[in-house]
């Protein structure tokens, strides 16, 4: 079950008004889970435009009153049904700050898989065809204007999220959303762990990563226990990764505990983070770094970043603890 961080996220959407946009047929399918959605948001002060274009029809109208009566912190905006649905959006009052595209699937990529993530840059390098990743036609041409609104700064964020139930509240308020959120402007800040909360949600990540096989299991309350060793990787006040500060000597440290949201991989936060760790542990005196890992996406990072793998038994006493696990040093 999708755990979800009202409140935590909630603050960062206060006051920034939220566009949402259903095309007719999606709408009148999901009609009921999306009012449900709308009306969770208004419970909690986010200011809410709707967009839609439902034909004039008199069953229509009784339908977007019925929805306007329910749903009365909510603003709708009609758009003509002889227009185009997107273009229309993208150049409407209201979508500076996110927009979100209710669609029936989110973006795929080759694989099937749902893509988190996406920059404008990596969606124009991406090496396949449009309708790979879009099964709506009319929607294909839309995603090329999306990223000319969000490269010329008309709007902040733009998502692609499946409409379905509580998908809407997921999105906004997960760790690892339910949809496709597209953005240049990621702001990174790497910072100790803060309070309860923000350990729950690195030991949900860490959970995540430990069903992959490739991190050590951690005891529940193992973060809260070592709290002051924990670090986050925050994006627009989201947590989006993690790393744990391991001594071994006076001058070495291990990167522990590395992972990163699902949701913000390939967009190099794990550089970020790897550097920014170093970067602060530099400032508290250390001067050698190891990383222990059998996964091979951190072993290629770690290369890249100028780590090598470690063949002296150096530290053979902390590779007893993890016997068979590569290590990799960099020196600073």
Do not use: W
């Not at 709308?38 to 002060?45: A, I």
């Not at 002889?82 to 996110?98: H, M, Q, T």
């Not at 970020?272 to 250390?286: C, H, L, N, Q």
């Amino acid at each position: 079950m999708t755990h979800l961080y009202v409140k935590e996220y909630t603050r960062h959407l206060l006051g920034h008004p939220l566009a949402i946009a259903c095309r007719e047929s999606v709408l009148r399918d999901n009609l009921s889970v999306i009012a449900n959605d709308l009306k969770f948001l208004g419970r909690q002060g986010i200011s809410t435009t709707f967009f839609h274009n439902l034909p004039l029809r008199s069953s229509n109208q009784k339908l977007v009153d019925e929805l306007e009566r329910r749903l009365p912190e909510t603003r709708f905006v009609r758009i003509a049904s002889d227009v185009d649905f997107y273009e229309a959006v993208l150049n409407s009052d209201g979508v500076k700050f996110k927009l979100i595209f209710l669609e029936r699937r989110p973006l795929l990529d080759q694989k099937g898989a749902r893509i988190n993530t996406l920059t404008t840059e990596r969606y124009r390098s991406l090496p396949i065809e449009v309708n790979d990743v879009v099964q709506n036609v009319n929607f294909q041409g839309a995603l090329s204007q999306i990223c000319e609104k969000i490269e010329s700064g008309a709007c902040e964020r733009i998502h692609i999220v499946s409409a379905g139930k509580t998908t809407l509240r997921e999105e906004l308020f997960s760790v690892e959303g339910a949809g496709t959120m597209i953005a240049n402007n990621f702001t990174e800040v790497f910072r100790a762990v803060d309070g309860p909360v923000e350990v729950k949600i690195v030991e949900r990540i860490l959970g995540m990563y430990k069903r992959s096989g490739y991190l050590k299991p951690r005891a529940k309350g193992y973060v809260t226990a070592n709290r002051d060793h924990f670090f986050v990787t925050v994006i627009d006040g989201i947590i989006v990764g993690c790393v744990e500060q391991r001594d071994i000597d006076m001058q070495t440290v291990e990167l522990g505990a590395l992972a990163i949201s699902t949701r913000f991989r390939n967009q190099r936060i794990g550089v970020y983070t790897v550097g920014a760790f170093i970067a602060e542990m530099t400032t508290r005196g250390f001067t050698n770094f190891i990383s222990l890992t059998r996964n091979p996406r951190l072993q290629d990072l770690l290369s890249k970043m100028g780590f090598t793998r470690e063949e002296s038994g150096r530290y053979a006493a902390r590779e007893a603890i993890s016997p068979g696990v590569p290590v990799y040093c960099k020196k600073n």
